[in-house]
């Protein structure tokens, strides 16, 4: 039996800033201003990702995040939107002990609520949004220093965010996915979560079940 869970979309959000081209100008960005996204009141989901966003597209290069191959091999996009959660970037926030984190800074596409544990849902999990569209769940979205950045220069009095945000942002960082089902999503749009099965973990165990 497929376990659902219902929220709702807080933000939507579209990254119009163009993608740095190397991993040097990410470095060399001082305050992470290429993340910010823009709240938008709609948008329209096509098989590319959101129409306008800087991540939208059926390829991107690999990076460091995908070891297996060298960086900037031409690989299929599953990274083609964002998604936070609202308590979990709340959670965060006291974490790191900054008054708020927007979802804007961390260039996320849509910020939902009422999704538990939002970053730690299975990969292949998807989300049915009212207006035909549906999402994938490709993986957390792991966190880098590059937040970081963004948040260091919005809070210049709280000490070590840049070295800070990689660590306690593991888990709370939200997921990224990529389009199974054009549409439309609006901001307050209802979003039903159908979790994909877990796979056992290394010892071959799965919910205190041994399996062969």
Known sequence: MIRTVQGQIVEVLIGERPLLATL???QASPDGAYLVSTPVSRVSVTLDGFAGDRHAG???RADGRTPFYPRGTLIR???Q???VA???L?????ALGVPQIAPAWLGANLAVSGIPHLSRLPPGSRLFFPHEATLVLAAENMPCVYPGKALQARF???PELVARFPQCAR???GVVAWVERPGTIETGDAVRVAMAARLPDAAGRKAGRTTR
């Open 171 to 173: 888990g709370l960082r």
């Open 86 to 88: 609202i308590e979990e």
């Open 81 to 83: 939107v964002s998604i």
């Open 156 to 158: 210049p009095l709280v």
């Open 90 to 94: 709340a959670a965060l926030a006291a």
């Open 24 to 26: 040097g100008e990410k």
């Open 58 to 60: 059926p390829t991107r």
């Open 77 to 79: 996009n599953s990274r």
